[in-house]
Every structure is written in C-alpha cells, then in structure tokens.
C-alpha cells in the first residue's frame, strides 16, 4: 500500500504539468473493420512483385548495423524525384516526427504558433508540450481558411511558425498557392506547409515558394498517395540553411533500412503511385455525386483523399456505420463541425458498402 501512495501521490509531480493535461492519442472506433475508412489511407497495398523486391534487397541487409544516421540514399532519390538540391531534404520516421522535430527547432515558453482551426490535432499538441502559445484563426462555417485574417493575425501577433495544412485535415478544404503565397510574404514567421495529400489536390505545390522565400517549409508523407502508411516515411523540404537548422533537433537513425529501400524502389516505379491516385480520383468523383444525392446529409467538396460529411447525429450514424462493419471517424468534436463524420475514399466496392450503410443510418 505504501508503494502505491508513493505512485500516486509523489511520482507523478515530476511529470511535465502540460502531458498530465493531455490524453494518448487514440483513433476512435478502432483500426480493424471489413471497410475500413477512418485514417485517411490509401485503400491500395503495394503489388506482390514490388513487396517482394523490397523485401529481396532488405534481406541483404546487415540487421545487426545501424542504418545511417540519415538516410542519405532515400533523401538523395528523393531530391532527385523532386528537381531539388538533396541538402534541401530531411526524411523522417513519417512525418509526425518531423512536426516533432519542427516544433523543437522553433518553439519554447514565450513562442508563439498560428495555427487555422480546425487543424491536424498534432500541431497544437506539439506546442503545448512545449509551453509555446498556440493562436487560433477559425476557418469558415463552410471549413475554408481565412487568409485575409490569417495575414492579419500574424501582423499583430508576430508568432515563431504558422502551420498551414492543405489540403487540410480534418476539414478537406486547400489553400490555392497565390493565397499561400501572400501569407509567406507578408510573414515574418517561418510558414510550415503540410502537404500530405498534394497528390490529390487540385491546388500547385508550395516548393516552388523555397526558391523564392527563405520562411518556407514543406511537408510530405508517403503514408496516403503512396500506400506506405504501415512503414512510416515522410520528408520535410526547406532552403539549405534552413533545413541544417531544422536536422539538429531531429532524432538520428529514425528511419529504418526497409522503409528506406521502400522509399527508392517505389520512387524508382512511380507508375504504381499514379495508378493508384488515378483510380481514387475517379472512386472520389463517383463517391461526391453519390453523397450529394442523399438529402437528408450535407458533403463537402473535397481536395483530398476523404470527404466531410455534416448529419443530424453524427455519434448515432458513426455506430450505425461500425455496426454494419464500415469504420468512418466522428470528427464532432472539432470546432465548426459538430455534425460532421470524415470518410476517406476507398475501393469502389468498399465505397459502395459505405453508401448503402449511409443511406440506411440517415433514413431513420
């Protein structure tokens, strides 16, 4: 009993007030279902034939070495596929790491983040953690961003980083590049663009931005498009001294030698990627004109992977959908969307089984 006061009582007061405050992340409803359509995944494996060649070459891999500290092959591959210096590029254990990394570089007590809201939860987490302010501006009541206040938010309240998701999770919704544009000119922050569903976007990509504003970061992930969720691979793309800056918080030998094979030999057969993208694009044009004809709900247009979805009670329809096997994700309760379930797009049988579990849960 002594033993248990002394846990209770007296361990936890040396943990940082801020975690105390916090819960472990979780995904709510799980991550097993037959359609599974609740972390924004690619509904596609990789085919046997490239597995096995990745598989070949990690098989000759001493397993008892360390990988490199970085992991200067995948970042060269990848600077290559991008038309990029290789001293622009940071790879990371998928990009959470690199928000992590990011936020270590930049922000402490008295720093500050401007962040739209709602946006990917993990941003906000990061700089709680580490005591930065964190300053909202709301998209919206249709979830687009605001950039004439996002422009004026930084002017007044001059923040350390402004994190710009787009296309945005969990809203869905882009930043066209003159609008991102505007807000790196008119910053003196450094402006963090996550771009993990570019591949889907109607929208350019900001690296063009780096060659011009030296208050540039992109963020990349091969855990949509590229179907590479299960191995944990993202970049981070920046100006030289920027990204030298950047690289010394980061954790070394995070990347392992399999997801670094993985991230070449997929580069080096882009034509699977752009197959797959292809065929979600049409599965999302087909799915759009689906939800739109149901009346009773509202959809977002998407620029993404997944769509927004407003019902009357979204915690009922979230449980109806589990109950007949379709795992979606209840998002109400972010700001501004507390009646929307987020539903990425899947396979066309997979999509198909969403919208007959759909329009059964919202006829009652």
């Not at 200067?72 to 591959?77: L, N, P």
């Not at 944990?232 to 030998?253: D, H, T, V």
């Not at 977002?300 to 009922?316: G, L, Q, W, Y």
């Amino acid at each position: 009993m002594e033993n248990e006061k002394f846990v209770d009582q007296d361990f936890l007061e040396n943990i940082n007030p801020a975690v105390r405050e916090m819960s472990a992340y979780h995904v709510g409803g799980g991550q097993t279902a037959d359609v599974k359509l609740n972390q924004n995944e690619s509904p596609y494996d990789l085919p046997a034939w490239l597995k096995l060649e990745i598989l070949n070459e990690f098989y000759k891999e001493s397993w008892n070495r360390y990988p490199d500290v970085f992991p200067s092959q995948a970042i060269e591959r990848y600077a290559r596929f991008l038309g990029v210096p290789k001293e622009r590029v940071i790879m990371g254990n998928g990009s959470n790491e690199l928000i992590y990394a990011i936020g270590l570089a930049t922000l402490r007590r008295g720093a500050s983040a401007l962040i739209p809201s709602p946006s990917f939860s993990l941003y906000e987490k990061v700089a709680t953690l580490l005591e930065a302010d964190v300053i909202k501006v709301a998209m919206t009541a249709n979830l687009d961003f605001q950039v004439k206040e996002i422009i004026e938010e930084a002017e007044r309240s001059r923040p350390n980083l402004i994190v710009l998701s787009t296309a945005n999770n969990p809203t869905s919704k882009s930043l066209a590049i003159e609008d991102i544009e505007d807000i790196v000119a008119s910053a003196r922050a450094l402006v963090l663009v996550d771009e993990a569903y570019i591949e889907f976007s109607k929208q350019q990509s900001a690296l063009k931005l780096i060659e011009r504003y030296s208050n540039v970061m992109v963020l990349r992930t091969f855990s949509k498009a590229f179907g590479l969720a299960g191995l944990r691979i993202g970049f981070l793309i920046a100006n030289a001294q920027l990204a030298s800056e950047l690289l010394k918080p980061k954790i070394p030998f995070a990347t392992n030698r399999l997801a670094e094979i993985a991230t070449i030999k997929l580069l080096d057969n882009y034509h699977v990627v752009q197959n797959v993208v292809s065929s979600i694009l049409q599965e999302r044009e087909r799915l759009y004109g689906e939800l739109q004809s149901i009346k009773t709900i509202k959809t977002h247009e998407s620029d993404s992977n997944f769509f927004i979805i407003a019902v009357d009670n979204p915690t009922r329809v979230f449980a109806e959908l589990k109950a007949k096997g379709v795992l979606a994700r209840d998002v109400s309760g972010y700001p501004l969307m507390e009646k929307c379930l987020r539903v990425n797009v899947g396979t066309r049988e997979e999509n198909d089984r969403f919208l007959s579990a759909l329009k059964e849960a919202v006829s009652r």
